[in-house]
């Protein structure tokens, strides 16, 4: 399967706060906040939807196509993301803008505060994937332009081209009819359990009616696991990956979806395609920034079998280079 991936290219300016955001926020007064943390630490990664979860693929052997826009800086980065694997032809470099930007703060609760400068970003409108029908098997639609989603959904329903749809952090920007037209018809819904709720409320759906809508409907449960619905059939629940040291939850998300749209390439079953994307978004979660993870093949092997059982670490690590 040759999976191109859309979405935001960033550089993220990640922060820890050595407290809790709930003890310092008041109830009462939160039409007025006015409030500042003071930091311990501060990391700057490599990071963005699409260039997360190009980078997962390429680790696990995908040779995933990225395609998005970045600015002038984008010369280091593009060299990273070819060195592991992605095919970064697809990424055109704005004249004017630079490469987005995240910037973050996570408290002791994993609780995130965090604003986005889209920068380049805002230039995905522009892009024509017309010219991948015929040439890959599956888009991923990650979180981006608000535009160039609502556009590329357009242009692989036209192609006939199967689409993934991760509106994620985008959800709280589009209203009811937007979620419903990037939604209907996709081969995959990626969501956490809070965004899933957040379509239903929106779109007016019932879960039901939500996973009639898409082929498959994935939905991270955090450190409950993961389940996987189809419409018609049992929903395949799978529990987390045991013994985990959290450092960052930025990109864990990103991970998870590399890790489950890699073991559908590799043929696998759905059962298994969520255990791989536990173990790949557990390495997101155990680094400080999304790409900084590396897969050792022998110790994605033992997580893999004391997590899931033996024979599930056998399926999975017969397809991993």
């Not at 790949?280 to 680094?287: C, D, G, N, T």
Request: proline share 3%; net charge negative; charged share 20%.
């Amino acid at each position: 399967m040759r999976i191109a991936v859309t979405g935001s290219i960033a550089t993220d300016h990640l922060m820890t706060f050595p407290g809790r955001f709930a003890e310092q926020l008041l109830a009462d007064k939160l039409d007025k906040v006015s409030v500042s943390f003071l930091v311990d630490g501060l990391e700057i990664r490599r990071g963005g939807v699409a260039a997360n979860i190009a980078y997962g693929l390429g680790c696990l052997g995908l040779d995933p196509l990225l395609v998005g826009s970045a600015g002038r800086d984008f010369a280091e980065y593009r060299a990273w993301l070819d060195a592991h694997g992605v095919n970064t032809s697809g990424v055109r470099e704005s004249a004017q803008l630079h490469t987005a930007r995240f910037v973050c703060t996570t408290d002791t609760d994993l609780n995130q505060i965090a604003s986005f400068y889209p920068g380049a970003m805002n230039e995905d409108a522009d892009i024509d994937l017309t010219g991948l029908a015929g040439e890959v098997d599956l888009i991923v639609i990650g979180a981006g332009n608000p535009a160039a989603m609502r556009s590329f959904t357009k242009q692989c329903l036209a192609r006939q081209i199967p689409f993934a749809n991760d509106t994620s952090q985008q959800l709280v920007s589009l209203d009811g009819d937007q979620i419903r037209e990037l939604v209907t018809g996709a081969a995959y819904l990626f969501c956490n359990d809070y965004e899933a709720s957040l379509i239903e409320h929106k779109t007016g759906w019932s879960d039901a009616e939500l996973t009639a809508q898409v082929g498959v409907r994935v939905t991270t449960l955090g450190a409950d696991g993961a389940r996987v619905d189809v419409a018609g059939e049992e929903p395949v629940l799978v529990g987390p990956v045991k013994d985990v040291t959290p450092a960052d939850p930025t990109g864990t998300g990103d991970a998870f979806r590399a890790g489950f749209l890699a073991a559908e390439a590799f043929g696998l079953g759905r059962e298994r395609a969520a255990q791989l994307g536990n173990l790949i978004a557990v390495h997101a979660l155990e680094s400080t920034g999304p790409q900084e993870y590396k897969l050792d093949r022998a110790e994605l092997a033992s997580r893999c079998a004391t997590s899931y059982g033996q024979p599930a670490a056998d399926e999975i690590l017969a397809h991993i280079r």
